[in-house]
């Protein structure tokens, strides 16, 4: 395979040059006007099959292919002695990418996996050589492109586009007829998809928040008591009891709690006056879904100095002393608070069910 | 050996099997002009084979499935940790298939890479006016492929089901859930319904290794053949006109150099894929709807869509008991329509402007375009907007720049810096074709003053050569005057195009944007310092140097690119 004779070599162009048979170097030829038929200029093709979807004369016939005129190629590089050069530095090329090639085989042979470190040599490994293997085919390919072949440069000529044989433009009634079945046809494949999933219904607007649910704490899964809270300050995610491992539940229901020092809640602000006037919170605790309005990422920061819940994906910003009202970023509505409470046994549970749907706006969510 | 041996006489061995076979004749001896920038698309295609390759290895051992299950595998710090069938199956790729973290990195690399050199194909094809007639189907095409490729991507990194992807499909699908009417049903039946469902990912693998790849070869496929059909464009340059297609034959110097850059590419991925790691799923961990990262960002290519998100103020109305959730679906949908609707229009709206139906086979440099230039200049800008702001927290982080402030900036930037790229670019233009002008009125400055007999000093200049007068003296896009009297008095009855107040828009968008520095024959400066003998010389150089500067447009247009002569239709 790495036999110099490989390149383009004196004898082997006449029979190369056939495929060239007509084309001419292209200072002779680029400013010939194709005069109709007959004179042909440099690799066009026959003028008939350009010209024509209908009729295609056969080869040789009248109208067809001219006789081609034997021009060939330049047979040799430009430059003998830097050829010769060349020529070493491809063969030298190649001959890296064969050891390369064998080094890949010999690393996926060596190197094991099954740990972080065994994988990081094995990629090393496997990847250089792989690299190294394209990169100097690559290399070697380009310098006998460059160096090794003579450089050439020809010409040949545009034809004109345009055919009107499929009558599109010429039969209106065709055209339109075409253009109306396309429209049920289109339509058909997509009634096809109804039964990819079932209709929304009111899914969006519970979660699976009941009366007497308890939180538990996300990780843990523990119940929570408000005295379990030694000072104020951090955020906690909670979960439903009964669902801490349903993604699906969680994905609407999960729900953050954070201890404020008294008197910092102020619950007037609520932006949504009239629909939140219990108070829902347990001893300076307030739950908030964690469920961002936006688009649904779960607002996972919480900035206990300024009381500030920051969704890092689109850094809408909730006031959390106020109602998780929106301070900045681009979700519209506040958080929804969950009602919360004690049960029997001092454990944070829920009064009942979000009073209005949590996370990213829909079309039919309404003015809750 | 036989081998070698029928490989080293490689012409003769096809021609004996293949002799007279025209098909094959015309192919190779198709003609390839060159020019760096037409290997962009070399490089989107090559990335597309690499994808196709890597994507099948990776095929063969990844588990598509949302099934529940404990992890027990080599990746210890995960060891009893619950995870879907998907993550765990690309953990296993990862750490117990050899070669398999390669595979997986060359496939993300080359994703990445793929959507990138479609993104500067087609700013080359804009930028250069190669989508003009006859070529607006394929410029379609690439739209249609560019789009495709971002769902492509979308889809291709959101399937190992870790939390970092998991973040961008809940965006995704919160996006689609604020459509107006149909968005709710739209997430139900994607996500078979209530997100995140258990269905996702199985369906989004059919249609990331089966719909798409196939649509993509369909296209691609299409949009080689109508290339190969209506032959390339080619830059200006020495005996290249409208007419005539120059460069070298397919076989065997564009096969050669095409097969060498194919090699380039992979060995790019391979080494970026060794050396450089890219989404490390078992660092970020398995989805989990409750967690998330801070500094989350997705694939460059999304970056735009991300910062659009991100930019837009909390704007939502509720009429008649609906949601209008503006501030979804506005920044998801607006800039991607912006960019590519205005992108598939603006041929035929520069068509319209213009009034050139002929065809363009003749690449315009981007200075001798200079609204089209500017036009492109501001929608990347608009672009590079949105995508910086799609990272507004890590500058804000890196900069120490108030996160809210760089919202804020980004909020006016994104309508002040299109303007201002669009004015400046034009200007620049301007500028380098007024330089141009000099080069060819008086040619090269080559630093000696000579005395004349008289005593007069005169700068000596060299004339320009043959190529580059050529490439400079091309025709500016010849401007055709509208079916007009637009520059006509008043007096003038203006012909039915232009009648009305859309005629009147037309007329006044003409005017911008065929805004060229006049080139008013070679005296118009009256500097006549240059016109020695020398400087003479250089404007007479070439004849066509001197009909380009000639005192019409569109006659020097007319014959320098050989007397473009299709009707127009």
């Given at each position: 395979?790495?036999?110099?004779?490989?390149?383009?070599?004196?004898?082997?162009?006449?029979?190369?040059?056939?495929?060239?048979?007509?084309?001419?170097?292209?200072?002779?030829?680029?400013?010939?006007?194709?005069?109709?038929?007959?004179?042909?200029?440099?690799?066009?093709?026959?003028?008939?099959?350009?010209?024509?979807?209908?009729?295609?004369?056969?080869?040789?016939?009248?109208?067809?292919?001219?006789?081609?005129?034997?021009?060939?190629?330049?047979?040799?590089?430009?430059?003998?002695?830097?050829?010769?050069?060349?020529?070493?530095?491809?063969?030298?090329?190649?001959?890296?990418?064969?050891?390369?090639?064998?080094?890949?085989?010999?690393?996926?042979?060596?190197?094991?996996?099954?740990?972080?470190?065994?994988?990081?040599?094995?990629?090393?490994?496997?990847?250089?050589?792989?690299?190294?293997?394209?990169?100097?085919?690559?290399?070697?390919?380009?310098?006998?492109?460059?160096?090794?072949?003579?450089?050439?440069?020809?010409?040949?000529?545009?034809?004109?586009?345009?055919?009107?044989?499929?009558?599109?433009?010429?039969?209106?009634?065709?055209?339109?007829?075409?253009?109306?079945?396309?429209?049920?046809?289109?339509?058909?494949?997509i009634v096809l998809l109804r039964d990819l999933g079932p209709l929304p219904g009111t899914k969006l607007d519970h979660t699976v928040w009941r009366k007497g649910m308890r939180l538990l704490n996300y990780g843990a899964n523990t119940p929570i008591r408000p005295a379990d809270f030694s000072s104020p300050g951090g955020m906690i995610t909670v979960v439903p009891d009964g669902f801490q491992d349903d993604f699906n539940a969680l994905a609407k229901a999960a729900v953050i709690i954070i201890k404020f020092a008294p008197n910092v809640i102020e619950f007037s602000a609520r932006p949504e006056p009239g629909k939140v006037v219990q108070n829902w919170t347990v001893d300076?605790?307030?739950?908030?879904?964690?469920?961002?309005?936006?688009?649904?990422?779960?607002?996972?920061?919480?900035?206990?100095?300024?009381?500030?819940?920051?969704?890092?994906?689109?850094?809408?910003?909730?006031?959390?002393?106020?109602?998780?009202?929106?301070?900045?970023?681009?979700?519209?509505?506040?958080?929804?608070?969950?009602?919360?409470?004690?049960?029997?046994?001092?454990?944070?549970?829920?009064?009942?069910?979000?009073?209005?749907?949590?996370?990213?706006?829909?079309?039919?969510?309404?003015?809750? | 050996?036989?081998?070698?041996?029928?490989?080293?006489?490689?012409?003769?061995?096809?021609?004996?099997?293949?002799?007279?076979?025209?098909?094959?004749?015309?192919?190779?001896?198709?003609?390839?002009?060159?020019?760096?920038?037409?290997?962009?698309?070399?490089?989107?295609?090559?990335?597309?084979?690499?994808?196709?390759?890597?994507?099948?290895?990776?095929?063969?051992?990844?588990?598509?499935?949302?099934?529940?299950?404990?992890?027990?595998?080599?990746?210890?710090?995960?060891?009893?940790?619950?995870?879907?069938?998907?993550?765990?199956?690309?953990?296993?790729?990862?750490?117990?298939?050899?070669?398999?973290?390669?595979?997986?990195?060359?496939?993300?690399?080359?994703?990445?890479?793929?959507?990138?050199?479609?993104?500067?194909?087609?700013?080359?094809?804009?930028?250069?006016?190669?989508?003009?007639?006859?070529?607006?189907?394929?410029?379609?095409?690439?739209?249609?492929?560019?789009?495709?490729?971002?769902?492509?991507?979308?889809?291709?990194?959101?399937?190992?089901?870790?939390?970092?992807?998991?973040?961008?499909?809940?965006?995704?699908?919160?996006?689609?859930?604020?459509?107006?009417?149909?968005?709710?049903?739209?997430?139900?039946?994607?996500?078979?319904?209530?997100?995140?469902?258990?269905?996702?990912?199985?369906?989004?693998?059919?249609?990331?290794?089966?719909?798409?790849?196939?649509?993509?070869?369909?296209?691609?496929?299409?949009?080689?053949?109508?290339?190969?059909?209506?032959?390339?464009?080619?830059?200006?340059?020495?005996?290249?006109?409208?007419?005539?297609?120059?460069?070298?034959?397919?076989?065997?110097?564009?096969?050669?150099?095409?097969?060498?850059?194919?090699?380039?590419?992979?060995?790019?991925?391979?080494?970026?894929?060794?050396?450089?790691?890219?989404?490390?799923?078992?660092?970020?961990?398995?989805?989990?709807?409750?967690?998330?990262?801070?500094?989350?960002?997705?694939?460059?290519?999304?970056?735009?869509?991300?910062?659009?998100?991100?930019?837009?103020?909390?704007?939502?109305?509720?009429?008649?008991?609906?949601?209008?959730?503006?501030?979804?679906?506005?920044?998801?949908?607006?800039?991607?329509?912006?960019?590519?609707?205005?992108?598939?229009?603006?041929?035929?709206?520069?068509?319209?402007?213009?009034?050139?139906?002929?065809?363009?086979?003749?690449?315009?440099?981007?200075?001798?375009?200079?609204?089209?230039?500017?036009?492109?200049?501001?929608?990347?800008?608009?672009?590079?907007?949105?995508?910086?702001?799609?990272?507004?927290?890590?500058?804000?982080?890196?900069?120490?720049?108030?996160?809210?402030?760089?919202?804020?900036?980004?909020?006016?930037?994104?309508?002040?810096?299109?303007?201002?790229?669009?004015?400046?670019?034009?200007?620049?233009?301007?500028?380098?074709?007024?330089?141009?002008?000099?080069?060819?009125?008086?040619?090269?400055?080559?630093?000696?003053?000579?005395?004349?007999?008289?005593?007069?000093?005169?700068?000596?200049?060299?004339?320009?050569?043959?190529?580059?007068?050529?490439?400079?003296?091309?025709?500016?896009?010849?401007?055709?005057?509208?079916?007009?009297?637009?520059?006509?008095?008043?007096?003038?009855?203006?012909?039915?195009?232009?009648?009305?107040?859309?005629?009147?828009?037309?007329?006044?968008?003409?005017?911008?944007?065929?805004?060229?520095?006049?080139?008013?024959?070679?005296?118009?400066?009256?500097?006549?310092?240059?016109?020695?003998?020398?400087?003479?010389?250089?404007?007479?150089?070439?004849?066509?140097?001197?009909?380009?500067?000639?005192?019409?447009?569109?006659?020097?247009?007319?014959?320098?690119?050989?007397?473009?002569?299709?009707?127009?239709?």
């Amino acid at each position: 395979m790495t036999d110099s004779t490989a390149g383009p070599q004196p004898g082997d162009n006449e029979p190369t040059g056939d495929l060239f048979s007509d084309l001419s170097a292209h200072a002779s030829g680029a400013g010939d006007e194709p005069a109709e038929t007959r004179h042909r200029v440099i690799g066009t093709p026959p003028p008939a099959e350009a010209r024509s979807l209908l009729k295609t004369p056969p080869p040789g016939a009248p109208g067809g292919p001219p006789v081609p005129r034997q021009r060939e190629l330049p047979a040799d590089p430009d430059d003998p002695v830097s050829a010769k050069r060349a020529e070493r530095v491809v063969v030298a090329c190649f001959l890296i990418a064969t050891l390369a090639g064998l080094g890949f085989i010999a690393a996926y042979l060596i190197f094991q996996v099954h740990s972080v470190t065994n994988v990081l040599h094995s990629n090393l490994a496997l990847g250089s050589t792989m690299g190294l293997a394209f990169l100097a085919l690559a290399v070697g390919a380009v310098i006998w492109v460059r160096r090794l072949m003579p450089t050439v440069e020809l010409t040949e000529l545009r034809k004109p586009e345009g055919a009107e044989a499929s009558q599109f433009t010429k039969r209106p009634m065709v055209r339109r007829a075409l253009i109306a079945a396309t429209v049920p046809v289109a339509l058909a494949p997509i009634v096809l998809l109804r039964d990819l999933g079932p209709l929304p219904g009111t899914k969006l607007d519970h979660t699976v928040w009941r009366k007497g649910m308890r939180l538990l704490n996300y990780g843990a899964n523990t119940p929570i008591r408000p005295a379990d809270f030694s000072s104020p300050g951090g955020m906690i995610t909670v979960v439903p009891d009964g669902f801490q491992d349903d993604f699906n539940a969680l994905a609407k229901a999960a729900v953050i709690i954070i201890k404020f020092a008294p008197n910092v809640i102020e619950f007037s602000a609520r932006p949504e006056p009239g629909k939140v006037v219990q108070n829902w919170t347990v001893d300076n605790i307030v739950a908030y879904s964690k469920i961002c309005t936006h688009v649904g990422c779960p607002a996972a920061l919480y900035e206990h100095t300024t009381h500030h819940i920051l969704c890092p994906c689109h850094q809408s910003t909730f006031d959390a002393a106020r109602g998780a009202q929106v301070i900045f970023g681009p979700a519209t509505r506040a958080l929804p608070q969950l009602p919360m409470t004690v049960d029997a046994q001092g454990y944070l549970v829920a009064r009942h069910d979000f009073i209005e749907p949590v996370g990213p706006s829909f079309w039919e969510r309404g003015p809750s | 050996m036989a081998i070698d041996k029928a490989l080293a006489g490689t012409g003769s061995w096809l021609d004996e099997r293949f002799h007279g076979a025209k098909g094959f004749r015309t192919f190779f001896r198709k003609i390839f002009p060159d020019h760096w920038t037409f290997m962009l698309g070399e490089i989107a295609l090559y990335s597309f084979v690499i994808l196709l390759l890597t994507g099948t290895f990776l095929a063969l051992f990844f588990q598509p499935s949302m099934t529940e299950m404990v992890y027990h595998g080599s990746y210890v710090k995960l060891d009893g940790v619950h995870m879907s069938k998907a993550y765990a199956s690309t953990l296993n790729i990862s750490f117990d298939v050899r070669g398999g973290l390669l595979m997986r990195q060359i496939h993300h690399w080359a994703a990445n890479l793929f959507v990138a050199a479609i993104l500067v194909h087609m700013l080359r094809i804009f930028f250069t006016g190669a989508y003009r007639k006859p070529r607006e189907v394929n410029w379609l095409i690439g739209i249609v492929l560019f789009t495709l490729a971002l769902l492509e991507g979308l889809f291709g990194y959101s399937l190992p089901d870790d939390l970092l992807s998991g973040a961008g499909l809940r965006i995704t699908q919160g996006v689609l859930q604020s459509i107006p009417v149909v968005g709710t049903y739209l997430s139900f039946f994607l996500f078979g319904g209530e997100y995140p469902g258990n269905d996702i990912i199985p369906r989004m693998y059919i249609l990331h290794v089966l719909l798409i790849p196939g649509l993509f070869a369909a296209l691609i496929g299409a949009h080689l053949f109508i290339m190969f059909h209506q032959k390339h464009t080619q830059m200006p340059g020495k005996g290249r006109t409208n007419k005539n297609v120059v460069g070298a034959p397919m076989y065997p110097y564009f096969m050669a150099k095409t097969g060498a850059f194919f090699l380039f590419v992979f060995a790019a991925c391979a080494l970026a894929a060794t050396f450089a790691q890219i989404n490390p799923i078992w660092i970020y961990g398995p989805y989990n709807p409750l967690a998330i990262s801070a500094g989350s960002q997705p694939d460059f290519y999304m970056g735009f869509l991300e910062g659009s998100l991100r930019i837009m103020p909390a704007w939502q109305w509720v009429i008649f008991g609906h949601t209008f959730a503006f501030n979804v679906f506005i920044p998801a949908l607006l800039p991607l329509g912006l960019i590519m609707t205005g992108a598939a229009f603006w041929p035929f709206i520069e068509q319209w402007i213009t009034g050139d139906k002929r065809e363009h086979h003749l690449n315009d440099r981007p200075r001798n375009a200079p609204a089209r230039t500017a036009v492109g200049m501001a929608a990347v800008s608009f672009y590079g907007v949105l995508w910086l702001e799609g990272a507004n927290d890590v500058i804000a982080q890196h900069f120490d720049i108030a996160l809210y402030t760089v919202t804020e900036i980004a909020r006016v930037a994104v309508f002040a810096v299109p303007i201002l790229a669009y004015i400046i670019t034009k200007r620049i233009c301007l500028g380098l074709q007024r330089k141009d002008l000099h080069l060819l009125e008086h040619g090269v400055e080559t630093g000696i003053i000579r005395q004349l007999p008289n005593g007069e000093f005169i700068e000596e200049t060299r004339p320009l050569g043959e190529d580059e007068v050529a490439k400079l003296a091309l025709p500016q896009p010849e401007r055709l005057p509208l079916p007009v009297g637009v520059s006509g008095g008043e007096d003038d009855v203006p012909p039915p195009g232009m009648r009305g107040s859309i005629g009147r828009v037309r007329a006044r968008l003409n005017r911008i944007v065929t805004e060229t520095v006049p080139m008013n024959g070679h005296g118009a400066n009256g500097h006549g310092n240059g016109h020695g003998p020398d400087g003479q010389g250089a404007v007479s150089s070439g004849d066509q140097a001197h009909a380009a500067i000639g005192s019409s447009g569109r006659e020097a247009g007319g014959d320098s690119t050989g007397g473009d002569g299709s009707p127009t239709s």
